[in-house]
T-cell receptor, first 114, second 111 residues
Framework: DTGVSQNPRHKITKRGQNVTFRCDPI?????LYWYRQTLGQGPEFLTY????????KSRLLSDRFSAERPKGSFSTLEIQRTEQGDSAMYLC????????????FGSGTQLSVL | AQSVAQPEDQVNVAEGNPLTVKCTYS??????LFWYVQYPNRGLQFLLK??????LVKGSYGFEAEFNKSQTSFHLKKPSALVSDSALYFC?????????FGAGTRLFVKA
């Protein structure tokens, strides 16, 4: 069990640029989640996958955000035309499903949009 | 829709005293309830969960939580606080699909 891995750890970009983050879940975990967390706040749900199927996407997520999980393994989260309000920690988590929703979190990707 | 409320932004307690961090939830059906902890500059870590069974659930680092269905609460407790318990604590609920987190409660334990 090597844990949930996220890359990069930090990303600094200019407003208007596109960014992509990667998450490698624990290998046997079927569910993969993306959350966004700002300083001192709780993780905000963005989207989740069961295997390769994206089952739900938050209504708070604009069309600039897209996530994929090809072949039910790693996942990518892309933000197009970044805005300063996108600056946050982006967290990935995985879990076995169904029946055990204990989430294992990665260390996150800190995005700063200048 | 499911939701979680943590009514206290911050809880202060002296080392050695008991602590309680409050959480109430709203979900249709039987809830899966969780507590997670976030230490400074570290990722979220699982503390404990309630799925079914005994209302008192024991978890990591001496923490426990009491599930109260009639009050829709799941308060986190510890009999004797340590300075090292100082961190950000999150209550979370899963109604069978996604996991939703509360806004968090910052716990300060004074020596």
């Amino acid at each position: 069990d090597t844990g949930v891995s996220q890359n990069p750890r930090h990303k600094i970009t200019k407003r208007g640029q596109n960014v992509t983050f990667r998450c490698d879940p624990i290998s046997e975990h079927n569910r993969l989640y993306w959350y966004r967390q700002t300083l001192g706040q709780g993780p905000e749900f963005l989207t989740y996958f069961q295997n390769e199927a994206q089952l739900e996407k938050s209504r708070l997520l604009s069309d600039r955000f897209s996530a994929e999980r090809p072949k039910g393994s790693f996942s990518t989260l892309e933000i197009q035309r970044t805005e300063q309000g996108d600056s946050a920690m982006y967290l990935c988590a995985s879990s076995l499903a169904p029946g055990d929703e204990k989430l294992f979190f990665g260390s996150g990707t800190q995005l700063s949009v200048l | 829709a499911q939701s979680v409320a943590q009514p206290e932004d911050q809880v202060n307690v002296a080392e050695g005293n008991p602590l309680t961090v409050k959480c109430t939830y709203s979900v249709s059906g039987n809830p899966y309830l969780f507590w997670y902890v976030q230490y400074p500059n570290r990722g979220l870590q699982f503390l404990l969960k309630y799925i079914t069974g005994d209302n008192l659930v024991k978890g990591s680092y001496g923490f426990e939580a009491e599930f109260n269905k009639s009050q829709t609460s799941f308060h986190l407790k510890k009999p004797s606080a340590l300075v090292s318990d100082s961190a950000l604590y999150f209550c979370a609920v899963n109604g069978g699909f996604k996991t939703i987190f509360g806004a968090g409660t910052r716990l300060f334990v004074k020596a």
